[in-house]
């Protein structure tokens, strides 16, 4: 008899076991599901904040620099055009044909031309006209003296090699070691006179 009862004891105390964990089991499986889903709420929420937020501002932003840029665009490009604007001018107008530059002045120039003869000194007086390419067009020599050969020697060189230089060119004009034979000093003289007169008209 008392292990009879024993025996029921221990299976109504099984079965109670049994209730309670199984009770416990579907609370905690009921619990579960009625939990809301936190981590898709929060997900769903801060999409749809993001998209409020940030749609407007990012349209408004968009719209205003290009607004901005254009605009800075339009001034940067104007203020462009305008600082590179400069005269053109015309490299054939702007570089003239330099005009070459005679070696002389054309005119006339006049030279004393002394000279060492015999012991004493003589002088002839030159006069030659130029063009402006130092070309002899006149020659006119004049002289005197005191002693009768000098004299002579003079008249000899006016009258024969005076006239030869006309036509020459002044640099090349040169009559000593070339004149009337005993007239070499009084040429010596016309070349000394002749330096005088380029030294004159050069430019």
Partial sequence: ???????????????????????????????????P?????????????TSSATLPSSSSVSLSSISSISSSSYSSSKSSATATLKPIVSKSSATATPTPTSKYKSGKYTAQGPYFVEGHTETISVSLSIDGNGKINTSNVTGTSTNKTSR???????????????????DQAYIYGGGVSGASETARGFDTALNSIISQAKN
């Fill in 1 to 35: 008899m008392k292990d009879r009862k024993l025996i029921i004891s221990l299976v109504i105390g099984g079965f109670i076991f049994v209730i309670v964990v199984a009770v416990g089991i579907t609370g905690s499986f009921l619990t579960i599901l009625s939990a």
């Fill in 37 to 49: 889903d936190i981590s898709n709420t929060e997900v769903a929420s801060n999409t749809v904040i």
């Fill in 152 to 170: 002579i020697y003079i008249q000899d060189f006016i009258s024969q090699d005076s006239q030869t230089v006309v036509g020459k060119a002044i």
